[in-house]
C-alpha cells in the first residue's frame, strides 16, 4: 500500500518494490528507472580493447543436479561469492566471448550466437557444470545487449564485447563440482584489440612455455587456460612484440595458437590452419573463415603446420572474436625474425573486406549467420 509523508516543502510518495516477470526474465521495478539517460560521454575514436562497465549484467542461477530457469537483469555490480566458492578454489569456470555490432541503418546484430552457446556446452560438460540451453544463452545475450544499447558504439567505431561466464558459486572444501553455479553476461563497449590497432602483429614464438597438452583443457575456454600465459605473454610485449604464438607440448615443432587467436597460413592458393582437435581451441571466426574462404575458391586445409613451414609462409593471419582476422607482419622465432605480405591485396584482407561485410550488410548473409536483435 501507499504511504503519503510530508517533509518540510516535499510531499513524498513511498512505493513498495515491485517485480515483475515476464518469461525468463526478472526485473526489479524501483528507482533507479530502467532506462538510463541516453547521452554517453565517450569519445568513440580512442576507445581500445578495456573495461567500461555498462548498466545491466545478466544473472541465473541452478543448483548441481538442477537446470537452469529463471534469469533476470541486475544493475551491473560486484557479485559476492563464499571464500570456498569452486570457482575461486578449483577454477571451476569458462567464459565466452561475442560482439554486439550496430549497422549504419541502425540495426543492431549479433554473429552467430547459438556457436557461442554450443561451445559453452562442451566446455561445461568437461568441467562437470551444468550449462545454460542454446535458446537461454542467446536470449541472455539479446536481452543484455538491448538493456545496454546505448552504449553500443556508433557504426564503424568498435562493438558492445559481450562476456558470457559460467561459475561455480557454490562452497566446497574437497575436490568435487560445486553445490550451485551461475550463468552471467555482462558488457563493455570496445575498438581494436591491440594498442596499434589494425597494424600488423608482430608474434613471438615461445619454446619456454606450452599453453595446452593432450588430455587437458586446451579446446575448451575455461579462465583457468589464461592464467598461465600471463607470464609469457608480459614478457613478449616487454620485447616489443604483439603476442605469443605457441607450439605442441609433445614435440616443440607443430603450431597450435596465439594467446589471443587462431592462426592461420597462406601459400599460393591454399590456406592451411592447425587442426582444432584437444589442444586448440574451435574458435568461432576461425569456423567462419574457413566456410567463406573456401566459398571464395581456395583450398583450405586443416592439418598439422610445423614451424619451419610456417616460416615458408606468403602470408600468417590470426582469428578471433577480440581480433576478427589480423594479419601477422612478422614472426621471430630463436633469434630468426620472418616478415609476410600484409598489403591491400594479401588474402588476409579479403577475407575481412568479405566477413565485415557480411556482419554489416553489405554481403548478403546467405548462411543465416546474423541475428538482428532490435
Same mark, same amino acid.
Given at each position: 500500500?501507499?504511504?503519503? *509523508?510530508?517533509?518540510?516543502?516535499?510531499?513524498?510518495?513511498?512505493?513498495?518494490?515491485?517485480?515483475?516477470?515476464?518469461?525468463?526474465?526478472?526485473?526489479?521495478? !524501483?528507482?533507479?528507472?530502467?532506462?538510463?539517460?541516453?547521452?554517453?560521454?565517450?569519445?568513440?575514436? !580512442?576507445?581500445?580493447?578495456?573495461?567500461?562497465?555498462?548498466?545491466?549484467?545478466?544473472?541465473?542461477?541452478?543448483?548441481?543436479?538442477? =537446470?537452469?530457469?529463471?534469469?533476470?537483469?541486475?544493475?551491473?555490480?560486484?557479485? @559476492?561469492?563464499? #571464500?570456498?566458492?569452486? *570457482?575461486?578454489?578449483?577454477?571451476?569456470?569458462?567464459?565466452?566471448?561475442?560482439?554486439?555490432?550496430?549497422?549504419?541503418?541502425?540495426?543492431?546484430?549479433?554473429?552467430?550466437? @547459438?556457436? =557461442?552457446?554450443?561451445?559453452?556446452? *562442451?566446455?561445461?560438460?568437461?568441467? +562437470?557444470?551444468?550449462?545454460?540451453? *542454446?535458446?537461454?544463452? &542467446?536470449?541472455?545475450?539479446?536481452?543484455?545487449?538491448?538493456?545496454?544499447?546505448?552504449?553500443?558504439?556508433?557504426?564503424?567505431?568498435?562493438?558492445? %564485447?559481450?562476456? #558470457?561466464?559460467?561459475?561455480?558459486?557454490?562452497?566446497?572444501?574437497?575436490?568435487?563440482?560445486?553445490?550451485?553455479?551461475?550463468?552471467?553476461?555482462?558488457?563493455?563497449?570496445?575498438?581494436?584489440?591491440?594498442?596499434?590497432?589494425?597494424?600488423?602483429?608482430?608474434?613471438?614464438?615461445?619454446?619456454?612455455?606450452?599453453?595446452?597438452?593432450?588430455?587437458?583443457?586446451?579446446?575448451?575456454?575455461?579462465?583457468?587456460?589464461?592464467?598461465?600465459?600471463?607470464?609469457?605473454?608480459?614478457?613478449?610485449?616487454?620485447?616489443?612484440?604483439?603476442?605469443?604464438? %605457441?607450439?605442441? !607440448?609433445?614435440?616443440?615443432?607443430?603450431? $597450435?595458437?596465439?594467446?589471443? +587467436?587462431?592462426?592461420?597460413?597462406?601459400?599460393?592458393?591454399?590456406?592451411?590452419?592447425?587442426?582444432?582437435?584437444?589442444?586448440?581451441?574451435?574458435?568461432?571466426?576461425?569456423?567462419?573463415?574457413? $566456410?567463406?574462404?573456401?566459398?571464395?575458391?581456395?583450398?583450405?586445409?586443416?592439418?598439422?603446420? /610445423?614451424?619451419? $613451414?610456417?616460416?615458408?609462409?606468403?602470408?600468417?593471419?590470426?582469428?578471433? /572474436?577480440?581480433? &576478427?582476422?589480423?594479419?601477422?607482419?612478422?614472426?621471430? %622465432?630463436?633469434? @630468426?625474425?620472418?616478415?609476410?605480405?600484409?598489403?591491400?591485396?594479401?588474402? +588476409?584482407?579479403?577475407?575481412?573486406?568479405?566477413?565485415?561485410?557480411?556482419?554489416?550488410?553489405?554481403? $548478403?548473409?546467405?548462411?543465416?549467420?546474423?541475428?538482428?536483435? =532490435?
Amino acid at each position: 500500500m501507499n504511504r503519503l *509523508v510530508a517533509n518540510g516543502d516535499k510531499l513524498i510518495i513511498s512505493v513498495p518494490l515491485l517485480t515483475c516477470s515476464v518469461f525468463d526474465l526478472k526485473i526489479d521495478i !524501483s528507482s533507479p528507472p530502467m532506462q538510463p539517460p541516453l547521452l554517453i560521454d565517450i569519445d568513440w575514436d !580512442s576507445i581500445g580493447f578495456g573495461l567500461t562497465p555498462t548498466d545491466y549484467m545478466y544473472v541465473m542461477k541452478c543448483s548441481e543436479d538442477d =537446470n537452469f530457469r529463471h534469469g533476470k537483469l541486475n544493475r551491473f555490480g560486484n557479485i @559476492e561469492l563464499s #571464500p570456498s566458492a569452486g *570457482v575461486l578454489n578449483y577454477g571451476q569456470g569458462i567464459f565466452e566471448g561475442m560482439k554486439v555490432i550496430r549497422r549504419e541503418d541502425g540495426r543492431v546484430v549479433l554473429f552467430r550466437p @547459438e556457436q =557461442n552457446a554450443l561451445r559453452m556446452q *562442451v566446455g561445461a560438460e568437461r568441467m +562437470c557444470m551444468p550449462s545454460p540451453s *542454446v535458446h537461454q544463452f &542467446v536470449d541472455a545475450v539479446k536481452q543484455t545487449a538491448l538493456a545496454n544499447k546505448r552504449w553500443i558504439p556508433p557504426p564503424g567505431k568498435g562493438s558492445l %564485447y559481450m562476456r #558470457p561466464l559460467l561459475i561455480g558459486t557454490g562452497p566446497i572444501l574437497g575436490l568435487a563440482p560445486a553445490p550451485e553455479y551461475t550463468f552471467l553476461i555482462y558488457s563493455s563497449p570496445v575498438g581494436n584489440y591491440f594498442k596499434a590497432g589494425t597494424a600488423a602483429l608482430n608474434l613471438y614464438v615461445d619454446t619456454e612455455y606450452d599453453r595446452a597438452s593432450r588430455g587437458g583443457t586446451g579446446a575448451i575456454k575455461t579462465i583457468s587456460n589464461y592464467g598461465p600465459a600471463l607470464k609469457p605473454l608480459i614478457r613478449a610485449k616487454s620485447r616489443g612484440f604483439s603476442d605469443v604464438l %605457441y607450439l605442441d !607440448s609433445v614435440h616443440g615443432k607443430y603450431v $597450435e595458437e596465439v594467446s589471443s +587467436c587462431n592462426v592461420f597460413l597462406v601459400k599460393g592458393n591454399s590456406i592451411s590452419t592447425p587442426p582444432a582437435k584437444g589442444t586448440i581451441l574451435p574458435g568461432i571466426t576461425r569456423k567462419s573463415i574457413i $566456410e567463406i574462404a573456401r566459398d571464395l575458391g581456395y583450398k583450405v586445409e586443416e592439418r598439422p603446420i /610445423t614451424i619451419d $613451414e610456417l616460416l615458408q609462409a606468403d602470408e600468417v593471419f590470426g582469428t578471433g /572474436t577480440a581480433v &576478427v582476422v589480423s594479419p601477422v607482419g612478422s614472426i621471430t %622465432y630463436q633469434g @630468426e625474425r620472418v616478415e609476410y605480405q600484409t598489403d591491400d591485396k594479401s588474402v +588476409c584482407k579479403r577475407l575481412l573486406s568479405t566477413y565485415m561485410g557480411i556482419q554489416n550488410g553489405i554481403i $548478403e548473409d546467405k548462411k543465416g549467420w546474423i541475428l538482428e536483435i =532490435n
